[in-house]
């Protein structure tokens, strides 16, 4: 065993000397080669080695030794150095990675960057585009064509006017118009996939300092009813306009009204009251019309959001009549430097073009005397007798002039017979007579219905003198619902044969009895047939009302009308909407008046003092209309003294109910005294009637007429001003002896303790007792204290 190992390790060592990185074992019966060092090598030197068939011993093995320990501190140093060498470089590698955290950073802001850069460039792409396409027109209107934003600028830039036209439309991208839908104006035409066009255009300006644009809807599909959306919340001005609101909501842009057709109603039924004007204006100056073809459909405050929505649709009833063949929307927008300027320049001028010395006396009556209102809820309870009673009370009252007798529509045994009562009115005339040595000037209330019951109405039936059934012959009436009439037909006076038949049952009666004058009792637009026809096509229910004013102007002297959408030819007033007998009724009448006021109706009449009618005290499932109610009993005193101070500064002064009725020292005392403040009063009312003749403007104006830049008079609608000199502040209240107070700027004196007071603040706490009423009178601005 020995010899053979040495024989192998000889033959081991031999081959390492000649090969020193290579080894081959045998007694394992395979080969292989293996990685060997010389510092692996020298590790465990042999004591005897033979080499080349001689036996070496240690010694003899000193020099390879030498050798190999050379070899092996070489490969210590060696590892020191790499050691060395490794340290020295961690940190390199410190660095190195500083560098590479740094180089991260430095990509990722570079990439930050390269993004806020490809952002910034698509943006500015878009807003590019989007500038492109919201083209300016006319200097001052901005219109994106695909989106239909619309903006209106005033001359600095900024917005007074913003909204979305052509909402029933989807959004895509118009094509201007073909050459052969061009109008020869100079529209700008855009029109959208074969569904609508707008034609936008300069429209013809009242003054210098207004500019006009007009636009123009036109439908090419019979179920797209064009719908333009404006923005009314505050922060975009307050609106006002359009007539009474079911709410009685003086600012429009505080009421909420479904879409629904613009004529006249009943506001305890319906959403507007008894007059209307298409006529909408904003406090930064904008204002818009309406043209009188369009069938209108108006919606505030929606579903859309805080927006006043014009629509033209056709419907079954208020604009069955179409006009053109697919439904249309045509209005302006003007705007002007400020809200009285604008408002001013819009409205209707010189009133009194026409007007006779004898309408002027009217006028002037109305203004000066009463009108005093025989009260009678039933026919039984209006008699000849009755209204000489009542003219005796009035007399012996003293202290208030005497004035116009209005006698309601029960002086016929049956509406629409045109013809007095006999039994309840046999010396009528003689009682007239006296009426008119005494001072009174007498008034009858008319209507153009014919309850089927008047033997006049187989006459107008036979004469075709009736409103018809649509799609039927003219010899079928269409027919209705007149206060206490459950059916009647009504005159068409559009039939150039009805107005002289009128005229000559008007006739018969003058000559029996000497009347002065006549209220005409309109209705509303739905007292009309739901399914008239008149000879001549009406474009919506109300312009029956116009119709009548205009045939019978010069024929009849008309001091007053039920309802309007035009101004009333003067000397006509018109009447306010019944109100309740209640506080929230006292509360209506400002607002009211303020409204019709701003849409162009200077001449207005109040109803009675204490109202006109009284609600049950039952809860009401359904209001159907006031007619079903009863004439008010006495109301509460202090409801009506607050009333009868308010109504003292009002044009017209209207009385039902006495004050002598209530057999009150006390009342009696303040009503002597509001009959000399009335007297005082007066020359203000003149004053400003004849401004109203001229100019258009309401003789009862709102606090921002006096001073349009002051925000704080724009929603003010418990004060009101005659003219712009003087401001009422009536306390509407029950129980309460104080209210707040305004006054705009300049000096006033106030007519309570006639202290001079200036204006632009607000009064806190301002005593009113109940026998007082707070007026306050302008002063000429150099007044000093």
Excluded at 504 to 513: A, N
Excluded at 541 to 556: A, Q
Excluded at 691 to 713: F, H
Excluded at 724 to 740: F, Q
């Amino acid at each position: 065993m020995v010899n053979q190992c040495s024989v192998q390790r000889e033959c081991e060592m031999e081959e390492f000397v000649v090969e020193p990185k290579y080894a081959t074992f045998s007694h394992f019966g395979q080969t292989g080669n293996l990685f060997r060092t010389k510092r692996r090598s020298s590790i465990a030197p042999l004591p005897a080695l033979r080499l080349n068939d001689k036996e070496m011993m240690s010694n003899d093995f000193d020099t390879h030794s030498v050798l190999s320990n050379q070899a092996s501190i070489t490969s210590v140093n060696s590892l020191a150095s790499l050691l060395k060498e490794k340290m020295q470089n961690v940190p390199a590698i410190i660095r190195k990675k500083k560098r590479e955290t740094k180089d991260y950073k430095l990509r990722v802001f570079v990439g930050m960057l390269f993004l806020i850069i490809v952002f910034l460039v698509g943006y500015a792409y878009v807003m590019y585009n989007q500038k492109l396409l919201a083209k300016s027109y006319f200097e001052s209107i901005k219109f994106h064509k695909k989106t239909r934003n619309f903006r209106l600028l005033d001359g600095k830039g900024g917005e007074l006017l913003t909204g979305v036209l052509g909402t029933s439309l989807n959004i895509e991208q118009p094509y201007n118009c073909l050459p052969k839908d061009l109008k020869d104006d100079g529209s700008v035409c855009y029109e959208w996939n074969s569904k609508a066009r707008l034609y936008m255009n300069l429209a013809k300006s009242p003054g210098p300092d207004i500019k006009c644009y007009s636009f123009q809807w036109e439908s090419l599909l019979a179920d797209l009813y064009p719908t333009d959306c404006f923005d009314v919340s505050e922060e975009r001005g307050f609106w006002y306009g359009g007539g009474l609101t079911k709410g009685i909501e003086y600012i429009l842009g505080k009421a909420t009204i479904p879409a629904g057709p613009f004529v006249t109603g009943d506001i305890n039924m319906h959403q507007w009251g008894n007059a209307l004007k298409r006529y909408f204006l904003n406090s930064r100056g904008v204002a818009i019309q309406v043209d009188e073809k369009t069938p209108l459909y108006v919606s505030v405050n929606t579903d859309s959001g805080k927006r006043l929505c014009l629509q033209g649709k056709n419907d079954k009833f208020a604009f069955v009549n179409q006009q053109t063949r697919f439904p249309e929307l045509k209005y302006t927008v003007c705007s002007g430097p400020d809200m009285k300027t604008l408002h001013n320049g819009l409205m209707q001028k010189s009133l009194w073009d026409g007007l006779t010395e004898r309408d002027n006396d009217v006028i002037k009556s109305l203004l000066r005397e009463p009108v005093w209102q025989i009260p009678a809820s039933k026919q039984e309870d209006l008699t000849e007798v009755a209204i000489y009673n009542y003219t005796e009370s009035i007399i012996a009252l003293g202290y208030l002039r005497l004035g116009h007798v209005l006698v309601n529509e029960f002086w016929q045994r049956t509406i629409g017979d045109f013809r007095l009562d006999s039994e309840r009115f046999p010396t009528l005339d003689e009682t007239v007579n006296i009426l008119h040595r005494r001072g009174f000037r007498v008034s009858f209330m008319i209507q153009p219905f014919i309850s089927t019951e008047s033997s006049n109405f187989r006459e107008a039936v036979s004469k075709k003198l009736l409103i018809f059934e649509r799609e039927s012959e003219r010899s079928i009436p269409a027919l209705t619902r007149y206060k206490s009439t459950t059916s009647a037909g009504v005159l068409d006076v559009t039939n150039n044969a009805s107005i002289p038949w009128l005229a000559e049952q008007l006739k018969k009666i003058s000559e029996t009895v000497e009347i002065d004058s006549y209220f005409v009792d309109f209705g509303t637009a739905f007292n009309i047939p739901r399914y008239y026809q008149c000879s001549q096509t009406l474009v919506n229910p109300d312009e029956y009302k116009n119709y009548f004013m205009e045939r019978f102007e010069g024929t009849l002297s008309i001091f007053g009308v039920s309802s309007a959408i035009s101004v009333p030819r003067p000397p006509a007033f018109l009447s306010l909407p019944p109100v309740n007998s209640s506080w929230s009724g006292l509360q209506s009448i400002i607002p009211t008046m303020l409204s019709y006021g701003i849409i162009g109706f200077p001449f207005l009449m109040p109803g009675p003092v204490g109202g006109d009618f009284v609600l049950p005290t039952q809860q009401l499932k359904k209001m159907y209309s006031y007619y079903s109610f009863e004439l008010p009993p006495l109301p509460d005193k202090e409801l009506y003294i607050r009333w009868l101070q308010l109504a003292t500064f009002l044009p017209v002064l209207r009385f039902t109910h006495l004050p002598s009725e209530y057999r009150d020292e006390t009342v009696t005392v303040i009503a002597k005294e509001l009959a000399d403040i009335r007297q005082r009063v007066l020359p203000l009312l003149e004053r400003f009637s004849s401004i109203a003749m001229d100019e258009g403007l309401p003789i009862i104006r709102p606090l921002w007429m006096l001073d349009s830049t002051d925000v704080n008079c724009f929603s003010i609608d418990d004060e009101f001003s005659i003219g712009d000199g003087m401001i009422v502040a009536p306390v509407l209240k029950k129980g309460e002896t104080v209210r707040e107070v305004y006054l705009p700027q300049g000096v006033w004196k106030d007519g309570i303790d006639e202290s001079l007071r200036k204006g632009s603040r607000w009064i806190h706490n301002y005593h009113v007792p109940q026998n007082k009423v707070a007026y306050f009178i302008k002063m000429p601005d150099n007044t000093r204290f």
